[in-house]
Nanobody
Framework: QVQLQESGGGLLQAGGSLRLSCAAA????????LGWFRQAPGKEREFVAA????????TYADSVKGRFTISRDNAKNTMYLQMTSLKPEDTAVYYC???????????????????WGQGTQVTVST
């Protein structure tokens, strides 16, 4: 089992940058597939980015490709989401998620994840 805690959210203007962190408590962090999702008011939770256990494989939603970068530091039990060129449509609560899926490098579907953080709010103004 793993406990996840996001941090780094905030309020900023369009075009700005922000880095989110997801700290994990629990053993075998390096065995987990990890992902970032977001949920805007009145909308369903959507996939943002995912990373393989080793960090060697990543994938992104088309809406953030080229602007966001997912990474992890297994020595620090932490995952990151570097967000640049932020847009008002990026406004949402951002969640990190974890699951062990040895057969998959990256996991992009929310229902496949077993563990979730509480979320951190990101608000981008015009």
């Amino acid at each position: 089992q793993v406990q996840l805690q996001e941090s780094g959210g905030g309020l900023l203007q369009a075009g700005g940058s922000l880095r989110l962190s997801c700290a994990a408590a629990g053993r075998t962090f390096r065995a987990y597939n990890l992902g970032w999702f977001r949920q805007a008011p009145g909308k369903e939770r959507e996939f943002v980015a995912a990373i393989s256990p080793s960090g060697g494989r990543t994938t992104y939603a088309d809406s953030v490709k080229g602007r966001f970068t997912i990474s992890r530091d297994n020595a620090k039990n932490t995952m990151y989401l570097q967000m640049t060129s932020l847009k008002p449509e990026d406004t949402a609560v951002y969640y990190c998620a974890a699951v062990i899926r040895p057969s998959l490098l990256v996991v992009t579907t929310a229902r496949q994840y077993d563990y979730w953080g509480q979320g951190t709010q990101v608000t981008v103004s015009t």
